[in-house]
C-alpha cells in the first residue's frame, strides 16, 4: 500500500522476538520472571521497555485467547515497568510530572498517572500505586519515562529507582473467583476499583491492585525479586485451574481493549496529541497547582480527534490512511476484527477535529484493500465501564 508511511509491518509480515540457542545481542532485552513457562507455549514476544512481552502463542488462536478472556479468565505477563519513588519529596514530585492532582491519591489506592510535555504533548501513562506516605510505583506503558523524572527531580529529596518488579494481569469474568481461591485469607477486603492490597498466595506476601488493560473484571500481581516466581505461579495456576486461566498474548487482548476504547502510549497517543485530543482531558486537574505542561494545556483545544472505527467488511490497518472524499484527513492507529462484534473495529486519528462520529470514511484494511467506514464514540460498549468495576456480568457466547 502506498501514499503513508509503514510504522509496524509491510502488511504480510512482522518481526518479533523468538528464542534460540546461543548468547550475546540481546543485551538491553530482559525476560520476564515466567519465561521458562511461557517456552512451552511457543511463544513469539515485542519489546515493550526492553522486556519480552508475548504478542502471540503456537498453541492457541488470538481468537481461542480472545473468547478464554471473555468468558473464563486469562492471564498476560505484561512488558510494563514499574519505577519507585521514595523520600519526602516523591509526592511533589510525582504532583509536578502528572496532569492529576496526586496529592488526593491515598495509601493503598491506584491512580491513573498521565505526564504531558512543556508543550501539552503526551509523553506517557501508566497506573500509579501509593504503598506508602512516601513510596509509590509507578507502572508505566512503553516510554521514556525514567530519564524525564530524574531530570525534574534536580534538587529534590527523592530517590528514583528501578526495583526490578513485573507485573501480570488476570483478567476475565472469573478472575476474582480465582483471586478468591489463591489468597491464602481469602478475598482481601476491601479491594474495589482502583485498590492495593498485600495478600499472601501459598505463604508468599504479593502486591496485588484491582485494574487491568482489558476492561473485563480483573487484578494485577506484582513478582518482585524476593519471590520464587515459580512456585508461585504453581500456586497461582492451580487456582486458576477449576476456573479455566490460561496465559494469553496481546494479540487477542488488543482485541478487547480496543472494544473498550483503551488507548495505547506511543501508538493511539504521542508527543504531537494533546489528552483533549484523545478523550484524556478528564484525566488533566486543571485546577491543581502548576504541572509539566498546564500553561499549553491551558489554551489547547477541547475539541477530540481520535475517534471509533466500525468497519463491516474489513480490520483496519494501522498506519492507514482515514480518506473523506478522497482527501487524507487522518490515519489508523489500532485495528483488529472483534469475534463478538462481528465486524472490523479500530481508532482513527485524525488531522483536525472536523470530522466525527456518523461520518463515513474510506479506511486502509490489513488485506490491502479499501473499505468504507464510521467514525464512532468510544467504547463500542459497557460506555460506563460496569463490567470491571463488577457492576455487570457480561459473559458472551462464542458465535
Request: contains cysteine; hydrophobic residues 35%; glycine residues 10%.
Amino acid at each position: 500500500m502506498k501514499g503513508y508511511t509503514m510504522r509496524c509491518s509491510d502488511v504480510n509480515t512482522r518481526d518479533l522476538v523468538t528464542t534460540m540457542p546461543g548468547a550475546g545481542w540481546d543485551y538491553a532485552q530482559t525476560r520476564h520472571p515466567y519465561h521458562m513457562i511461557e517456552r512451552l507455549k511457543g511463544p513469539h514476544y515485542c519489546l515493550y521497555n526492553r522486556r519480552h512481552m508475548a504478542v502471540c502463542f503456537d498453541d492457541h488462536s488470538t481468537e481461542d485467547g480472545y473468547w478464554r478472556l471473555r468468558q473464563q479468565a486469562a492471564v498476560l505477563h505484561t512488558g510494563e515497568f514499574p519505577l519507585q519513588f521514595e523520600g519526602p519529596d516523591a509526592e511533589r514530585l510525582l504532583d509536578m510530572l502528572f496532569t492529576k492532582d496526586i496529592t488526593k491519591a491515598k495509601v493503598m489506592r491506584c491512580a491513573y498517572g498521565l505526564a504531558c510535555y512543556e508543550d501539552g504533548g503526551l509523553l506517557v501513562d501508566g497506573i500509579l500505586l501509593r504503598l506508602e506516605q512516601d513510596k509509590f510505583w509507578y507502572a508505566q506503558a512503553d516510554g521514556d519515562f525514567y530519564s524525564w523524572a530524574r531530570a525534574h527531580a534536580a534538587g529534590m529529596d527523592v530517590s528514583i529507582t528501578d526495583p526490578d518488579v513485573f507485573v501480570s494481569q488476570v483478567q476475565g469474568p472469573n478472575a476474582l473467583n480465582i483471586l478468591k481461591a489463591a489468597s491464602d485469607t481469602g478475598m482481601p477486603d476491601p479491594f474495589g476499583y482502583f485498590a492495593v492490597a498485600r495478600v499472601r498466595f501459598g505463604g508468599q506476601e504479593v502486591v496485588i491492585t484491582r485494574t487491568g488493560y482489558t476492561n473485563e473484571l480483573g487484578w494485577e500481581f506484582y513478582t518482585e525479586p524476593h519471590h520464587d516466581a515459580d512456585t508461585l505461579w504453581a500456586h497461582l495456576s492451580a487456582a486458576g485451574a477449576p476456573f479455566g486461566m490460561e496465559i494469553f498474548s496481546l494479540d487477542a487482548m488488543n482485541i478487547r481493549r480496543i472494544e473498550a476504547g483503551i488507548l495505547n502510549a506511543g501508538s493511539d497517543f504521542n508527543m504531537t496529541t494533546t489528552p483533549y485530543d484523545v478523550h484524556l482531558g478528564r484525566f488533566v486537574d486543571e485546577d491543581k497547582g502548576d504541572f509539566i505542561g498546564k500553561a499549553a494545556l491551558a489554551k489547547a483545544s477541547r475539541d477530540p480527534r481520535l475517534h471509533g472505527l466500525r468497519c463491516p467488511s474489513g480490520a483496519p490497518l494501522i498506519s492507514a490512511p482515514v480518506e473523506k472524499d478522497g482527501d487524507r484527513i487522518g490515519h489508523v492507529t489500532a485495528g483488529a476484527i472483534s469475534p463478538y462484534l462481528g465486524h472490523g473495529i479500530g481508532y482513527a486519528l485524525l488531522d483536525t477535529s472536523k470530522h466525527g462520529p456518523g461520518d463515513t470514511v474510506m479506511v486502509g484494511c490489513q488485506d490491502g484493500s479499501k473499505q468504507p467506514a464510521e467514525l464512532v464514540e468510544l467504547p463500542f460498549y459497557d460506555t460506563l465501564a460496569e463490567i470491571p468495576r463488577g457492576k455487570k456480568v457480561d459473559i458472551p457466547e462464542r458465535s
